[in-house]
């Protein structure tokens, strides 16, 4: 069976990556169209070598689109994902809007890919946050054998995170430093530019930002609600590569060496970590890749059952399009083909 798809968002960062992930893993398609705002139709969008005209969202028929991949935001999302999911297109939405409706899946294929069952409720699955995603695959198989008790992770989140715009800020600012011209801050609330901001999404009444915040939420959603999990996220000058240092606390004794073999084995995870000079992995190797990868692999002393490790994805893809793609290739297999049984 192939599928009609429709991205929404398609000129964004993540839409774009989507349309490459689609073409790359060779998703049955019958027709892709690339959807955004009015301001960017008859724009150019690419599946593989195909160039694709943007259409206008606000002006576009759902009816005979099987999947709707939404990156555009969480307030076009909390307007279009039901309006397209009655005209009988399963939304799969990239935004904040929908992770916590408890009609609506939050999905990582690797961790709980059973839940895609629960679309039927609204026709719309959440893709979780960028920082989640990448925590999510490490942690899976480590609960599955010896029950994660607690989580302290630092994150080092790369600008294209906040998006085109975050990723023009950290290249102008760069440049007019060099130049000796006067630094702009648009997207950003201190200059990016070869520093760091403990500051992601708004803050909320406790200290904590949205982002630490859904952390937190979609962990527990996701994985195990009774998993406890504390966050501080921090925007980084990487262009592209999240980054996070995670201690865990376990109920059972679990080795570093154990935990290597059984992160080394499991879904979508690569493990470098050997203890040496560049024998760990930066953002800058992970980008374009589809691997969650973990190194620093280590026997967290401080506390009974401890480890820590260092894990490091590319959020334009596991955490964000890739995992998008995977739900739906879950979907197609697994549901939609029952559906036309």
Known sequence: MS??????????VVGREMLNILHERKFPVSEVVALASRRSVGKDAHFGDQRIKVKALEDFDFRGTDIALFSAGGATSKEWAPRVAAQGAIVIDNSSQWRMDPDVPLIVPEVNADAIAGYTKK???ANPNCSTAQLVVALKPL????????VVVSTYQSVSGAGNDGVTELERQ???IFVNDPIEKQKFTKQIAFNVIPHIDVFMEDGFTKEEWKMTAETKKILDPKIKLTA???????FIGHSESVNIEFEQPLSAEEARDILSEAPGIQVLDRREPGGYIT????????NTFVSRIREDI????????WVVSDNLRKGAALNAVQIAEV???RFLKKQAA
Not at 143 to 150: F, M, P
Not at 232 to 238: M, Q
Not at 302 to 309: D, F, I, Q
């Open 302 to 309: 401080t506390v009974e059952n401890g480890l820590a490790m």
């Open 331 to 333: 979907l197609a297999a």
């Open 283 to 290: 953002p800058l190797e992970s980008a374009g890749d589809y």
């Open 232 to 238: 501080t996220c921090v925007r980084v000058p990487v």
């Open 143 to 150: 609960h599955d054998r010896a029950r994660i008790q607690r």
């Open 174 to 176: 760069t440049k007019a």
């Open 123 to 125: 026709g719309i699955i």
């Open 3 to 12: 599928y009609k798809v429709a991205v929404v968002g398609a000129t964004g």
